[in-house]
T-cell receptor, first 110, second 114 residues
Framework: DQQVKQNSPSLSVQEGRISILNCDYT??????FLWYKKYPAEGPTFLIS?????DKNEDGRFTVFLNKSAKHLSLHIVPSQPGDSAVYFC?????????FGKGTRLHILP | NAGVTQTPKFQVLKTGQSMTLQCAQD?????MSWYRQDPGMGLRLIHY???????DQGEVPNGYNVSRSTTEDFPLRLLSAAPSQTSVYFC?????????????FGPGTRLTVT
């Protein structure tokens, strides 16, 4: 049973606009949430994270929002740039395990 | 700093063969983990370790063994390879305590079992 769900396999966004990637989770014991970015033939790289006691964390163009009551988080990228085209993974930490979602492929259109 | 290194980069095995995927890190991280990535399945946790001498199972541990005799190394053993183990394997490391639990990933090992 999937504990971390990314229900959109892909997303296309115009360059310069906002990209919003969504993630849902089922385990209320998760205490930390992370976003990773992955290019083909490379390992994932860490983007941004948020503790379960916060509802927002911002780092440059990237902002993560957490809605604990809905068990939902989202990653906002503003403005979107061509180099943002990649697969984005949502991950959640609980009980010493870090569980990943299936990923969303983001295409930034010129 | 080399970060997280994985060897080999590519490997082809026949069904029933055994092999060890190597993973090493030079960041003095306590926490290390192995994931496999399959099309449409994301990254699935195989095994993880919170420190030398301590390992535990992840989401998909069957068919794999691990050990952690040093802080730096965390090898993954396939005891009897099966075609279902064809995948890309990633090793990762991080500090075990203290946020943000950011994991550093290796470049991956692409394994094909025929």
């Amino acid at each position: 049973d999937q504990q971390v769900k990314q229900n959109s396999p892909s997303l296309s966004v115009q360059e310069g606009r906002i990209s919003i990637l969504n993630c849902d989770y089922t385990n209320s014991m998760f205490d930390y949430f992370l976003w990773y970015k992955k290019y083909p033939a490379e390992g994932p790289t860490f983007l941004i994270s948020i503790s379960s006691i916060k509802d927002k964390n911002e780092d440059g163009r990237f902002t993560v929002f957490l809605n604990k009551s809905a068990k939902h988080l989202s990653l906002h990228i503003v403005p979107s740039q061509p180099g943002d085209s990649a697969v984005y993974f949502c991950a959640a930490r609980g009980d010493d395990k870090i569980i990943f979602g299936k990923g969303t492929r983001l295409h930034i259109l010129p | 700093n080399a970060g997280v290194t994985q060897t080999p980069k590519f490997q082809v095995l026949k069904t029933g063969q055994s092999m060890t995927l190597q993973c090493a890190q030079d960041m003095n991280h306590e926490y290390m983990s192995w994931y496999r990535q399959d099309p449409g399945m994301g990254l699935r946790l195989i095994h993880y370790s919170v420190g030398a001498g301590i390992t535990d199972q992840g989401e998909v541990p069957n068919g794999y063994n691990v050990s952690r005799s040093t802080t730096e190394d965390f090898p993954l053993r396939l005891l009897s390879a099966a075609p279902s183990q064809t995948s890309v394997y990633f090793c990762a490391s991080s500090y075990a305590t203290g946020t943000p639990y950011e994991q550093y990933f290796g470049p991956g090992t692409r394994l094909t079992v025929t």
